[in-house]
């Protein structure tokens, strides 16, 4: 997800400029080889387990970490958007050199050739395989920069294909309004943004969305196999936005903000997250969920605490998007996976 170009990028613009609206118009287990080492050291075995007719349950082998070459694809969620240092090229990308792709490879001493950092702010499943232009000149297709050597490669891509920014930023202007209209002695409704969504056969448009993010997402995948068949594939999901208790929100998005459609959004990003899990095991690759780990690290928590900034952001960096925290916190979660 961005905050260039591209939808999820420029709504998060949106969306700051929104909530502000909003907020001024509310608030402001021993083995045999164990047994021949003691005894070769001339000390006694350790005793035997009873027999009881089973054979014994094998200890997993660990599957050994990654050494690369890493290839790393994906969004501004990625990228780092307005994290600094940002480097590389194009420049419209804004990749951070303190992303969690640069903290991963860093920690497995990947450098130079052995890892490429190829993510693209603002870019979608399409821009893998097909070159993206930024406002600072045009990104290869991300897909590109695979070979049949890759071993290690993370995916963080989904959100723009979804929409969910265009989401956050309609659930900002439908509450605006609706705040309004209450000024005007209107019954508030509970939900707005929810209600904006719904079908009219009774479906959900975001599912929907969703639904067709993830069969891009099944289709690239493919291709990634495709074209590092020996690489192991982790898709990173993305960090939790909200807190599940709206009320906690308050302070920073006010009181005009809907708790049904702050609901209403943490259930979206759920579903997205649970998408990119679907797709991930069903393309034999590995899920790293980040919600886990950011709860209580939302962008409602206090400026030391969180890993997501908030519509009204620290200067400098990104609304709505990771900071250097947040990238930090995602970057142990791809190494305990990989370490797994």
Excluded at 43 to 48: E, T
Excluded at 75 to 92: F, N
Excluded at 230 to 251: E, F, I, K, M, N
Aim: glycine share 14%.
């Amino acid at each position: 997800m961005s905050l260039s170009v591209r939808p999820i990028g420029t709504l998060g613009g949106v969306l700051s400029a929104g909530l502000a609206v909003v907020l001024v118009a509310g608030c402001s287990g021993s083995s045999g080889s164990e047994t021949v080492a003691a005894a070769a050291a001339g000390g006694s075995a350790p005793p035997r387990a009873a027999a009881t007719g089973a054979a014994p349950t094998p200890t997993p082998t660990p599957t050994p970490t990654p050494t690369g070459p890493y290839v790393a694809l994906g969004d501004s969620y990625t990228a780092g958007l307005r994290i600094s240092p940002q480097v590389g090229e194009p420049k419209g990308c804004s990749r951070s050199a303190v992303n969690y792709p640069s903290l991963v490879a860093r920690a497995l001493g990947l450098a130079g050739e052995r890892f490429r950092d190829v993510s693209c702010s603002g870019a979608r499943t399409g821009d893998l395989t097909g070159a993206q232009s930024t406002e600072g000149g045009v990104n290869p297709p991300q897909l590109d920069a695979l070979t049949p050597a890759t071993r290690l490669v993370t995916l963080g891509i989904g959100g723009n294909d979804a929409g969910f920014m265009e989401v956050v930023g309609q659930c900002a202007k439908e509450n605006l309004v609706d705040a309004l209209k209450g000024l005007v002695g209107s019954d508030r409704a509970s939900a707005p943004c929810r209600d904006s969504y719904a079908a009219a056969d009774g479906g959900d448009q975001v599912q929907r969305k969703v639904d067709s993010a993830g069969e891009r997402l099944g289709e690239t995948l493919k291709e990634v196999e495709r074209r590092s068949p020996q690489a192991r594939v982790y898709v990173v999901g993305y960090p939790a936005l909200l807190p599940a208790d709206p009320a906690s929100c308050v302070p920073v998005l006010g009181s005009t903000v809907a708790g049904g459609d702050l609901g209403f959004l943490v259930e979206k990003e759920q579903q997205l997250n649970a998408m990119l899990k679907r797709r991930a095991e069903a393309a034999g690759a590995v899920f790293v969920d980040l919600s886990g780990p950011s709860a209580g690290h939302d962008m409602c928590a206090g400026e030391t605490a969180r890993w997501v900034e908030p519509p009204f952001p620290t200067q400098g960096l990104a609304a709505i998007h990771p900071n250097a925290k947040g990238q930090e916190g995602a970057a142990a979660a791809v190494l305990k996976a990989l370490r797994g």
